[in-house]
């Protein structure tokens, strides 16, 4: 089974941008891909997600407009790129792999998780 480690979190001001990547020790395109984030005390919440070759994506209506998911799979990498991040997008990242996911926003649909990597937005 493929394992994932997210990379590129850290500290960034608002209005600022970071770009996450997250990459598989095995191939990642047989998966849909997708970033959740999680809050403290809030619930894990779908971010965005991409399809196994790229040609889908959607988003959560938060950071429509402003983040892009995307994924190079001979590089077996998802990227999330996040533009203009506001204090509301302070959380800690996951990147998630799924079969087939008839819901892209539920964390239960997806079997293979990383560690997070935590983004700190400041204003």
């Known amino acids: 089974q493929v394992q994932l480690v997210e990379s590129g979190g850290g500290s960034v001001q608002a209005g600022g941008s970071l770009i996450l990547a997250c990459t598989g020790s095995?191939?990642?395109?047989?998966?849909?891909m997708a970033w959740f984030r999680q809050a403290p005390g809030k619930e894990r919440e779908g971010v965005a997600t991409i399809s196994r070759s790229g040609g889908e994506t959607y988003y959560a209506d938060s950071v429509k407009g402003r983040f892009t998911i995307s994924r190079n799979n001979l590089k077996n990498t998802l990227y999330l790129q996040m533009n203009s991040l506001n204090a509301g997008d302070t959380a800690t990242y996951y990147c998630?792999?799924?079969?087939?996911?008839?819901?892209?926003?539920?964390?239960?649909?997806?079997?293979?998780w990383g560690q997070g990597t935590q983004v700190t937005v400041s204003s």
């Open positions: 095995r191939y990642i395109q047989p998966y849909w």
């Open positions: 998630a792999a799924g079969r087939s996911p008839p819901d892209w926003t539920r964390p239960d649909y997806y079997n293979i």
